[in-house]
């Protein structure tokens, strides 16, 4: 069951990749007006009022552009983050002081220098990301289009040699395998699309700590915002739970004091009753401290934790662990939860009959993955359950990326780097 959603998943991805391909190839022809506009822009930006206009709005089609080229990089592995200085409070658009945020602004230049070898990588490249599939894909419709129209002319017209019936059945099985070869090479000459891009209009190494500091700036504002909602929530828990029981049991034990001499037996029913509420009490403190850090997680780590989470679901979960190791307390607490998150959608949302966890650590990266086969659609940007996930994860420099096209599966990916200790004998 799971080798046929893998498979599913590279064929999706595979599809996604000829559809990206081909939007590539068709921004990529558009780099060339897009530069000739900026250009003429930037001649004309010494015009009062018209000049500063139109160079304002000629980098916005620049930036608007390389944003496209920087999300056709997220869907194809290779994060491109944004390079750009932020904008002075006190900057209008269309003044000096604006036009001098654009000018100077490396990022802005770096974008202009790769419209036009981008354009030409990204042609070439796209055109080969879409030919390959839409060859093979001639190859396999050729032998039932032979048949319903009986044409020995047709396969010329298509491109396939064949001239006779015997060599139009031979066409179907070179066309499934043509097509499944430019499938599988789709997602990597996509990469290598992005990889070139990525020479330009990925960040410099300066841009890279001033985003590094913005990044950390956030992701230690949630670390703190998110420590003290887990504060509040054991406050109220305690308050709430355990501690109103404990104190209902002191008043109870106060009550079968007063009564032990004049009526034995009452006392009695009191201590039984205060028995039952300190043992709901120490139930109450149980569930506490699993929501802190489960003890399966500390007795037999990640890897046990995650099968004991999965016998747990109404789903049938298959968990394949290569760990070599234990990871620091933090990061698997963290990710733990990260995962139970993950299965906890899936379980309440995906209408799926089988699930699937994969966690291997190499070269100092922990990759995990959690996907099903259920009805797809799944958004990190709507609802709180994966973005929560990004928040526990962004604190140690982590990252999430949702593969949930409709239909399914959905594959959620995350990945942490981090060092493993050695197992414990």
Known sequence: ???????????????????DGL????????????????????????????????????????????DLERHLGRRAGVRLGRPYHPQPDDAEIGSRRWLRWIITDPATWRDVAWLLPGALV?????????????????????????????????????????????????????GLAILAGG??????????????????LAPTRAAELRLRVAHLTTTRADAMDAQAAELRRIERDLHDGAQARMVSVGMTIGLAERLVHRDPSAALKLLAEARAASTAALVDLRHLVRGIHPPVLAERGL??????????????????????????????????????????NMARHSRARFAWVTMRHLDGLLSLEVGDDGGGGADATRGTGLSGIVRRLDAFDGTMTVSSPSGGPTVVTMEVPCALSSRRT
């Open 1 to 19: 069951m799971m080798v046929r959603m893998m498979l599913r998943h590279r064929l999706l991805t595979g599809l996604s990749a000829t559809a």
């Open 23 to 66: 939007f590539a190839t068709v921004l990529a022809v558009l780099n060339v007006p897009v530069l000739v506009l900026w250009v003429a822009s930037l001649v004309l930006s010494p015009v009062p009022l018209l000049g500063a206009e139109l160079l304002g709005v000629s980098t916005t089609v620049v930036r608007w552009r390389t």
């Open 122 to 174: 990204g042609v070439i490249l796209g055109l080969v990301t879409v030919a390959i599939p839409a060859y093979g894909l001639v190859g396999t419709v050729l032998l039932p289009l032979w048949l319903f129209l009986g044409d020995v002319w047709f396969g010329y017209a298509l491109f396939w040699p064949t001239t006779n019936f015997a060599e139009a059945w031979l066409a179907l099985p070179v």
């Open 183 to 200: 499938l599988a090479v789709a997602p990597l000459l996509r990469a290598t699309d992005v990889r070139f891009a990525r020479l330009l």
């Open 303 to 344: 890897e046990g934790a995650v099968r004991a989470l999965a016998l747990s679901l109404p789903v049938r979960t298959e968990v394949t662990s290569d760990l070599p190791g234990r990871l620091d307390t933090p990061v698997e607490s963290a990710v733990y939860f990260a995962v139970a998150e993950a299965l906890a």
